[in-house]
C-alpha cells in the first residue's frame, strides 16, 4: 500500500505572493519637486506653434475633446467645466479644430489631490495636469503652453508661475527647465492605501508656508 502523497503548498504559496502584491500596491512613498518661474517682461510676447492654434480654452473646447488627444474622460470633462466657473483657466491647443495639448491653471492653490495643498500668493499661480496627445509630442506644446501663461501673466503684472514634476517625469523636467524654471523645494508623499502624508523639505516649507484644508468638491 502506497503512502499518502505529501499535501500541496502550491495554494499557499499563492496566497503568500497575492498577500505581498498587495502590500507593495498598498505601501505609498513618491516624490514630487515643486519648480518657479519669475515673470520677466520679455515674457509679454505671446507664443506661437506652427500648424497650431494655441490659446485661453472654452467649454466649448472641452465639447470636442478626445479621451485619446486629452486625456479626459467625461467626468474629467464636467469636473473641468466647474473648475472654470470657480476662476480656474486652461491653455489649449488645437489642430485642424481638435484639441490636443492641454494644461490647467489654479489662481489659488498649489493642490495636488491625495498629496497636498498650499495657498499662493496674489501674484502667483500654478499649473497642473498638463498632457499632449501621443500623436503631437515632439512639437513643445508643453513648454509653449507655459509661455503663454507667462505671457498672460506678464501683462497683468504678475510675479511668479508655479509648477511641479514627479522625480521620475523626465519629458515634464525637461519642459519646465527649457522656459527657466527653477527647484523650489520637493515633498515625499509616505502612506499605506488610503491613508497618506506628504512631508516636505525646508525649501518647499518657506517657498509655500501657508496650509489649506482639502474641501469635499476636490476643485479648488
Known sequence: MSSPSPPSHAPSKGRLRRALSDLRWSVHN????AFV???LPADCERPQVEGYELRFGTDADLDCATLHDTELTPACIEH????????HQFVVATSDGLPVFTMWINPRHLNVPGELKRK???DEVFIYKAFTSPDHRGKRLYPAGMALVLSDL?????????????????ASRAGL???GFETAGSWRTVGFKGLRRALCDREFESNFPVRVARSGSGLE
Open 30 to 33: 513618491d516624490r514630487h519637486d
Open 37 to 39: 518661474r519669475n515673470v
Open 80 to 87: 473641468g467645466r466647474r473648475r472654470l466657473e470657480i476662476g
Open 120 to 122: 499662493l500668493k496674489d
Open 154 to 170: 506678464a501683462q497683468r503684472s504678475m510675479r511668479r508661475l508655479v509648477g511641479y514634476a514627479h522625480v521620475k517625469k523626465g
Open 177 to 179: 527647465a527649457r522656459v
